[in-house]
């Protein structure tokens, strides 16, 4: 080999040893800082001066820490502006942005610290007197900043009062509901309410002190800028990009265990997932609190991470980790004597999220004499798809369910995508297509004008009967073209809240590390979600803020709530272009909408449990209009007795009607499972009691449950908008079959 050769290759080793340094060293988020804004001018849609959106970058900053308005004053706000405000752009571009954003949090943290040391004083010296008429905002997202330091006490005494009312009438209630049953045994002390508020203050104390590092701090200032764009442009640290990952593919590596705060700083077991690595092993139970970790699994009981007080997502992380590697907990069994603990080593493995997955409902109706219909029913909860081997897609969990459907002869389709927040845009271009001819699914058009029309490639729809979907104020993004296109090609009668969300808007993520100088340190620097297109029905309009409205509206909880891309910060404007060149919907005559529309009409106007949803929202829409709450133990009182005696009331009436109900569903209808595990085992249809479907055992219980509400569980677990979809269903299956035999037999033309 000549000196030439050998030179050659000494420098191509030594740079690859400094290339491979720099990729293990923790990225500078000032460069971090810098490469995202030259990313985010270069690619977001909008094309917005970054000079004049600089001003947002520090509001955004200062909402993110603190989002009540509880512990800046306006003396730190005003001092924020003076020396940041009209130059956060040029501090970005010029690798500095981290010193304010960390000076920033230094105040932050300091105003969190004296705000929590206050907090604990009172709670300890004070007797607070609940007979005064005072009361306070409900939510503070719109208040002015306080004006000083006198101000915003003020104004966090009277949340700690609020706080220590709330905790003190909900340990009331729940002690008058348990009067007289045994209590369970608890490793724990019953903390009184001024415990379980002080233990509450401290560990958000930890989280702002103490958990979090030079990244997280880093993660909440570039989201700020990121998200100063528009509400989905945004920064995700290495860490989240990870959970984004996982939750895309319905999949993540752990030991299937749900993990909420407990009372005393503890982490709390709320679930066992059942199949997952916790479940086999057996040891973990419900309501067991993991109290250290070991991340290694070889640590000894003193060597241990005390996770007491720590967020839920920094747990998670220690409890994450590679295949197959163990982690070691220190449990306090929840069956266990006071103050005991014992060692609980798990081996990590793949945990599929199933509850995530598309599955799938037979249900047979008996509508009179002779006389049923078979109806299929598919729930997504989002478009899922693994981006890295596409190994999974809901697109092929759908088309296998909707195969499997057709081979059990429906009648009918009803498709639910309530909750579905989106996901693949190319999950959703294919999924449209198993409905609908060859076409226009969806237009993108980009920063400089640019329209392109993706359009389904299936030659031959799967499925081409009756269909309905059903959708709600959090169905979003992909689901949105779902239901905007197959309405515009009126393929299908959609149903639900006045409006989906309205996110009409299409995401890029760049590699942040793929940006910053070849010799620089880029380790976990992070990822860039930027907004680069906005979506167009094939009609021509976007659902961007407007969202879909359905074509028969069904009054749903969440009417009543601040739902929606209109509520979010700097949203992009709702605007038209021109039809797709290939657009040939359908004849909408088929759908029969004004005949569904008065049959559902009648029916809702005559349901209770539709009233009773109107009455909830103008309630929650008339509290949210006031934003007031007493701070008087007498009117809380008052208040919650009639929202007790209401509740009950209605109640007593469900009772007896659902009682009739479930006796007439059991007569008239039989339900079917069809989950994707069936598909893989080729299984006959499982026949299900709906009431038992509804998980509530003690390894998986449901999320969100309320101790206080006994409202009956929904007859043949049908909530009221979807009983009422399948009613529309099956009045859309007896229209269309009467228009058919009106109409005759199809005639078949010859080429």
């Not at 909530?719 to 269903?729: A, G, H, V």
Request: glycine letters at 6%.
């Amino acid at each position: 080999m000549n000196m030439s050769r050998i030179r050659n290759a000494a420098a191509a080793a030594i740079l690859s040893s400094t290339v491979l340094s720099a990729c293990a060293q923790q990225a500078n988020f000032d460069e971090v800082g810098k490469q995202m804004s030259i990313l985010l001018q270069n690619s977001h849609f909008a094309r917005s001066s970054f000079s004049k959106l600089a001003p947002r970058f520090l509001d955004l900053y200062l909402v993110n820490l603190d989002p009540t308005h509880s512990y800046f004053t306006q003396q730190d706000i005003d001092t924020f502006k003076h020396d940041y405000g009209d130059r956060m752009d040029a501090m970005l571009l010029q690798q500095e942005s981290m010193k304010a954003a960390n000076v920033i949090y230094d105040v932050f943290k300091k105003r969190v610290e004296t705000r929590v040391a206050e907090a604990k004083q009172v709670l300890a010296s004070e007797t607070f007197d609940f007979t005064t008429e005072e009361n306070i905002l409900l939510s503070r997202k719109n208040a002015s900043w306080p004006r000083d330091e006198a101000e915003a006490s003020v104004i966090w005494r009277g949340q700690i009062k609020d706080a220590l009312l709330s905790e003190t009438l909900r340990q009331k209630r729940l002690d008058a509901r348990n009067a007289g049953k045994e209590k369970p045994a608890s490793t724990t002390k019953e903390l009184s309410p001024k415990e379980k508020l002080a233990v509450r203050y401290e560990r958000y104390l930890h989280s702002v002190t103490i958990d979090a590092g030079p990244e997280d701090v880093a993660a909440l200032f570039l989201s700020a800028v990121a998200q100063s764009f528009d509400p989905h442009t945004d920064y995700l640290s290495a860490r989240e990009m990870d959970k984004f990952r996982d939750s895309m593919r319905n999949e993540l590596v752990g030991i299937g265990a749900r993990m909420e705060p407990d009372d005393d700083g503890a982490t709390k077991i709320t679930a066992v997932v059942p199949g997952g690595p916790a479940d086999k092993q057996g040891k973990l139970k419900l309501n067991d609190r993991v109290i250290a970790v070991d991340p290694d699994g070889e640590a000894g009981p003193q060597e241990m991470i005390d996770i007491m007080f720590m967020k839920i997502d920094k747990v998670v992380d220690f409890i994450r980790g590679q295949e197959g590697s163990d982690v070691t907990l220190k449990v306090q069994p929840a069956d266990g004597a006071p103050g005991q603990t014992s060692l609980v080593t798990i081996k990590r493995d793949k945990v599929e999220l199933k509850d995530e997955q598309a599955s799938a409902e037979v249900i047979d109706i008996k509508r009179g004499e002779g006389d049923s219909v078979r109806l299929g029913v598919i729930i997504l909860p989002s478009f899922y798809a693994d981006f890295q081997t596409w190994q999974v897609r809901s697109s092929v969990d759908v088309e296998k369910l909707l195969q499997r459907l057709k081979q059990e002869n429906i009648n009918g389709l009803l498709f639910d995508i309530r909750l579905n927040g989106g996901g693949s845009l190319e999950e959703v271009r294919r999924m449209t297509g198993l409905f609908t001819k060859p076409g226009p699914v969806v237009q993108v058009r980009d920063a400089i004008g640019k329209i392109q029309v993706k359009e389904s490639e299936t030659k031959v729809p799967i499925y081409d009967g009756p269909m309905v979907v059903l959708t709600d104020k959090s169905s979003a993004s992909a689901s949105e073209i779902l239901a905007g296109a197959l309405q515009d090609d009126n393929r299908a009668v959609i149903l639900g809240d006045s409006s989906t969300f309205g996110k009409g808007t299409v995401q890029e993520t760049k590699d942040i590390g793929n940006m910053i100088p070849i010799f620089s340190p880029r380790k976990d620097a992070g990822t860039l979600k930027v907004t680069i297109q906005k979506f167009y029905r094939p009609s021509g309009s976007s659902t961007q803020n407007l969202g879909v409205v359905p074509d028969l509206k069904l009054p749903g909880r969440m009417e009543g709530l601040e739902i929606g891309e209109t509520f979010l910060s700097y949203p992009l404007e709702h605007d038209l272009i021109r039809p797709a060149p290939e657009f040939r919907p359908l004849d909408r005559e088929h759908l029969f909408i004004p005949q569904l529309k008065t049959l559902s009409e009648s029916r809702i106007a005559a349901s209770k449990d539709f009233t009773y949803i109107s009455e909830e929202i103008a309630k929650s829409k008339e509290r949210t209009r006031t934003n007031r709450v007493s701070l008087n133990l007498a009117e809380r009182e008052k208040e919650i007795d009639q929202d007790e005696k209401v509740r009950r009331a209605r109640n007593d009436e469900r009772k007896t009607r659902f009682a009739g109900i479930e006796k007439q569903d059991k007569d008239t209808m039989t339900f079917y499972e069809l989950t994707l595990d069936d598909l893989t085992k080729e299984a006959p249809l499982r026949k299900v009691d709906p009431a038992e479907k509804i998980r509530a055992s003690t390894r998986y219980p449901q999320a969100g449950n309320d101790p206080f509400d006994e409202t009956p569980k929904w007859p043949s677990a049908l909530d009221p908008q979807k009983r009422e979809s399948l009613q529309i269903l099956g009045d859309l299956i007896r229209l269309s079959s009467s228009a058919a035999i009106a109409t005759g037999p199809a005639k078949v033309e010859k080429e």
